[in-house]
Every structure is written in structure tokens, then in C-alpha cells.
């Protein structure tokens, strides 16, 4: 069940979760699709294999080396990118997908599973993630607590252009924890 360990906090995402995801959304094929925390890049090609949307349109981000390695290596397979040239323009990244790429996605798609580079890195860059997010979205003067899905789902929203779409696998405590009662609000807005 653990794609590197139980201490990264990284899983992949079973096909028939992602087949259903996928199957909730309308995909068009000249969608702009990104997943921002993409692992193996399941939702990339599920986005690919239902809709048809081309290798151009969509983008793969990942802040660890293994899993961006995996979602190239399977794009390029698909794709049949056998020389570097063509493998290097496969638009998937190793970076923080927390930084700002735009908001103008068709789709924001993905499990924004984590890494335990996230904490570090997001303190290290804070003033990068901050330049698209909000680090206080109850607007009462003070940081709220540093939470990887507060700016997961920040990205998604900022991310998708209006009449964009998101759809995210999110913890159960997201829906029920008072923890995450500020994030559901910012939601609902």
C-alpha cells in the first residue's frame, strides 16, 4: 500500500479510485490538465487515456526524485518518447508543486498525498509559496497552523480557471476535524 515507506507519507492511488475520479469530470480534449503533487502520474494518464488530452496539455509536478522519475518514464512509454529530446519535453517536473504555475487549469486533478519534504521545503521557500497562497485564511491577523492540505487545497482552488474544475482525494478528517473548520470555510467560499 506504501509507495516508499509509511514515513513519507506518499501512497498510490488505487486504478479504480482514480478511474472513478476521472469518471466524475466531463474531460475534454482540449482540457489544460495539472496535478500538482502527481506521484506516478495515474491521474495524468487516466486524464490522457479517457479524454484523449495531448502530452502538451498537461502537466505533472512532484517534489520528490523517485516518483517524478516514475511518471516520466511512464509518459514516456506512452507516448513511445524514446530519445532524450522527446523524453525531456514530457511536462512533468521535479519541483514544489506548491509554487505558482498559473491559474488558468481546465482540471486541477490528484491526491495531495505529501512527502516529509514538504514541511521543510515549504518553510525553506515560504515567501515563494506565499506569493500564490494565503498563509491566513481565517483573516484574523495571525498565521494559521502550517498545514500541508491548507495549501494543497489553496493551490487547487487558485490553480483552476473560473469554470475550472478540482477534484482532489482529501483525508475524512477534513470533512469532520475542527481543525480543518478554517479550511472548509475557505472552501465553501
Given at each position: ?13 488505487e ?15 482540449s ?32 517534489i ?18 524514446y ?43 515560504i ?63
Open positions: 500500500r506504501s509507495f516508499q515507506g509509511t514515513n513519507l507519507n506518499q501512497y498510490m492511488t486504478q479504480c479510485v482514480i478511474a472513478f475520479m476521472v469518471d466524475l469530470i466531463d474531460i475534454k480534449p482540457y489544460k490538465v495539472l496535478d500538482f503533487e502527481c506521484g506516478s502520474g495515474g491521474f495524468l494518464s487516466a486524464a490522457i487515456d479517457k479524454s484523449g488530452v495531448p502530452l502538451e496539455n498537461i502537466t505533472g509536478i512532484d520528490d526524485l523517485l516518483p517524478y522519475i516514475i511518471a516520466k518514464t511512464y509518459l514516456a512509454i506512452y507516448f513511445k518518447c530519445d532524450k529530446d522527446r523524453i525531456d519535453s514530457i511536462p512533468v517536473y521535479c519541483k514544489n508543486g506548491l509554487f505558482y504555475y498559473g491559474n488558468d487549469w481546465d482540471l486541477v486533478i490528484g491526491n495531495p498525498s505529501g512527502s516529509d519534504k514538504y514541511p521543510n521545503e515549504e518553510r525553506k521557500d515567501d515563494k509559496v506565499l506569493a500564490n497562497l494565503e498563509a491566513d485564511l481565517n483573516l484574523n491577523r495571525r498565521p494559521d497552523s502550517f498545514s500541508e492540505y491548507n495549501f494543497s487545497i489553496q493551490q487547487a482552488i487558485r490553480s483552476a480557471k473560473v469554470s475550472g474544475k478540482i477534484c482532489l482525494i482529501l483525508p475524512e478528517g477534513f470533512f469532520s476535524n475542527s481543525q480543518y473548520e478554517i479550511l472548509r470555510k475557505y472552501v465553501a467560499r
